[in-house]
């Protein structure tokens, strides 16, 4: 009968994102990992192999939980459209709420990351792209739908949007008051609300 692990995995890469997300890669230490897991070197590296492992697995965990919070949104609401306007609403209280930090995990390993980090800087990259392509399956399914018209491209869109989110983000990491984040994230809600076609459900 094998062995069960002494450590709960998905709690430990859950510590993980929080301290990578909020120091990053290379600024983060073995010692820092230790304290942050609660978990011996040996342990450490018989469960991940090493520390580029764990930030890849993290990544990973990073970008799974932000597509859940996409799915919930999407699923609470009974059309694409008004699914994704509620994801942007719930961006807007970024600033609400203790973080690690507001802006995007992905992004900031992203633009830290560099050459001699290639393979993790392209599975960065991979994921970000990921959720653009469930944006993207968004806006298909509302066309689909009917709810969006054939003159919208949905790659655009999805393209787009991503794009505004990572702006939002960003900009929710500096010290902005709460309330004109609030406003922000409304505003491009109201903008994915007003491409329902006027014609739809007619």
């Known amino acids: 009968m094998p062995r069960q692990p002494l450590y709960d995995r998905q709690h430990a890469l859950d510590q993980a994102v929080q301290l990578f997300w909020e120091q990053g890669f290379h600024a983060t ?8 897991l609660d978990m011996r070197p040996g342990s450490i590296y018989g469960a ?55 802006a995007c995990m992905l992004v900031k390993s992203l633009l830290e ?8 800087r392209r599975q960065a990259d991979q994921l970000l792209a990921a959720m653009e392509s469930r944006f993207v399956a968004c806006f298909e399914a509302a066309r689909t739908a009917g709810e969006l018209s054939a003159a919208h491209d949905p790659r655009r ?9 990572m702006g939002m ?20 809600a109201g903008s994915v609300e007003k491409l329902r076609d006027p014609s739809a459900g007619r």
């Open 113 to 120: 990351l560099n050459e001699r980090d290639d393979a993790t």
């Open 169 to 188: 983000r960003a900009y929710a990491q500096r010290d902005v008051d709460a309330a004109a984040l609030h406003e922000l994230a409304e505003d491009m």
């Open 48 to 102: 991940f192999g090493n520390k580029v492992r764990l930030f890849q697995a993290a990544l990973d965990r990073y970008a799974e939980q932000g597509l859940a919070e996409l799915d919930a949104q999407l699923q609470a609401h009974a059309s694409p459209l008004a699914g994704l306007a509620a994801y942007l609403r719930s961006l807007g209280g970024l600033r609400d709420r203790q973080m690690p930090c507001r």
């Open 157 to 165: 869109l999805g393209r787009r949007l991503q794009a505004q989110v």
């Open 29 to 36: 230490s073995i010692k820092d990992v230790e304290r942050a």
